[in-house]
């Protein structure tokens, strides 16, 4: 095995070049990423005793996108362009194998591949829509190449994370490969591909052909949903262009209209939104060796509406659920209230009967604080006033075993005043 750089390795099996990425935790195509692919495609094309390329990743997933955290940032190193080009122009069959997720970027990556080949898991999208952008490496122009227009306008304005059985359907995925065994069958479907004499398939050699009452139509199912946003618009102008345009007259307004987009204000606040949701995962000063305390119990003190919901909530992740009131008649309309809302889902389809009757089954209810004593997780969700949580957080102190997660469901009173009321405020939090 030949390292090519630190997230990028090229080993020789048989005839078989297999350039593998690991650059956790999804492959994003960062600058080391595309120097390491650049690289590994030129030394496998020049070596004489390669036949073909298998491009496949260690990790938990294929390339799962651009590294956004690079956007607006000064290019370095290979473009993706570069990256593509030498995958699409090279003289030997290039094979992608994808598990995981091949998602924006990675698949415009897997595109420029002559096949591909995925594990049964494995999912495929173009979900720059949900960033208020567009596929801006060519994603526009190959995907409807190769599905049509009109998938094509519903995987690119739904962002929609399309199952490999789906996708070798409809001709994204030329091969499905057993699971676990992805780099066994890409290499001998690589083999297989320079034995029976295969082309070398260039997804942008391919026609697309559509009728304009498709886009109409389109527009026109969509207009609410699609109403104040621009991504979804400029995406169908892109898929009308490769149906209208020769491939680089389509990459030009692929590039235009990408331009457009990611340099005004919608993208920039979706952009945001989505670092800002990642962020508020992360806690600061909680590294990732800290271990996390296992919740298979949770206690609810309430019956009310947020005391219902939470258990809902916990119910419908498989945790039982204990729920304490002060009077039978507020227990018995709070479980009263939980079956309904299980048993109106139910009619719409969204759950079965035994769907019902097993959540029902999970979820305890109780008068009394000391049937609380086993939880992990002790939710409290009364009255907005401090005395009573106070007291109840006091009573809770002697009850819960140690190590048991006490929480407050308040909204707006002092949580470290409501944990001083214990003797192991380090175990009091709130949720909300």
């Not at 952008?133 to 962002?159: D, F, H, N, W």
């Not at 008068?367 to 009364?382: G, K, P, T």
């Amino acid at each position: 095995m030949a390292a090519i750089n630190s997230v990028t390795d090229l080993t020789n099996e048989g005839d078989v070049a297999v350039i593998t990425l690991n650059s956790p935790p999804v492959n994003a195509l960062s600058s080391g990423v595309r120097d390491g692919l650049y690289e590994g495609f030129k030394a496998a094309i020049a070596d004489d005793s390669v036949k073909s390329i298998v491009l496949i990743c260690d990790g938990r997933t294929f390339i799962a996108g651009a590294d956004i955290s690079e956007f607006g940032g000064a290019a370095k190193g290979a473009s993706l362009f570069d990256v593509q080009n030498i995958m699409e122009n090279s003289p030997k069959a290039v094979v992608a194998a994808i598990h995981g997720t091949a998602l924006g970027g990675g698949l415009e990556v897997a595109l420029t591949a002559h096949y591909r080949v995925a594990v049964p898991s494995a999912k495929v999208g173009l979900p720059e829509v949900n960033l208020g952008l567009l596929p801006g490496a060519g994603g526009t122009q190959r995907l409807p190449r190769i599905v049509g227009a009109e998938k094509a306008l519903e995987m690119m304005t739904s962002g929609a994370h399309v199952p490999a059985k789906a996708a070798n359907a409809m001709g994204l995925v030329d091969e499905m490969v057993e699971e676990g065994k992805l780099r066994e069958g890409a290499i001998a479907f690589a083999k297989k591909v320079v034995a029976e004499n295969w082309p070398l398939k260039k997804v942008r050699d391919r026609e697309v052909k559509a009728d304009p009452q498709v886009f109409a139509d389109f527009r026109k199912a969509n207009a609410r949903k699609f109403r104040g946003f621009k991504a979804p618009e400029s995406n169908i102008q892109c898929i009308e262009a490769a149906v209208n345009l020769p491939f680089e007259e389509g990459l030009a307004v692929e590039r235009k209209l990408f331009v457009e987009l990611m340099t005004g204000p919608q993208s920039a606040a979706q952009r945001y939104v989505f670092f800002a949701e990642r962020a508020a995962n992360k806690i600061p000063d909680v590294g990732d060796d800290v271990e996390l305390l296992p919740i298979k119990s949770v206690g609810v003190i309430g019956a009310g509406t947020m005391g219902g919901g939470i258990s809902m909530n916990f119910l419908n992740a498989g945790i039982p659920v204990k729920i304490v009131e002060m009077k039978q008649e507020a227990l018995d309309r709070g479980l009263g209230v939980i079956r309904k809302n299980y048993e109106n889902t139910a009619k719409k389809g969204r759950l079965t009967q035994d769907d019902v009757e097993k959540r029902m089954g999970a979820l305890t209810g109780s008068l009394e604080l000391s049937d609380l004593a086993d939880c992990d997780l002790i939710i409290e969700a009364v009255f907005e006033n401090m005395d009573i949580k106070k007291d109840i957080f006091g009573k809770l102190d002697k009850i819960a075993k140690p190590g048991a997660i006490l929480a407050t469901n308040t909204s707006y009173l002092n949580v470290d005043e409501i944990a001083a009321a214990t003797s192991r405020p380090e175990s009091v939090i709130g949720l909300h």
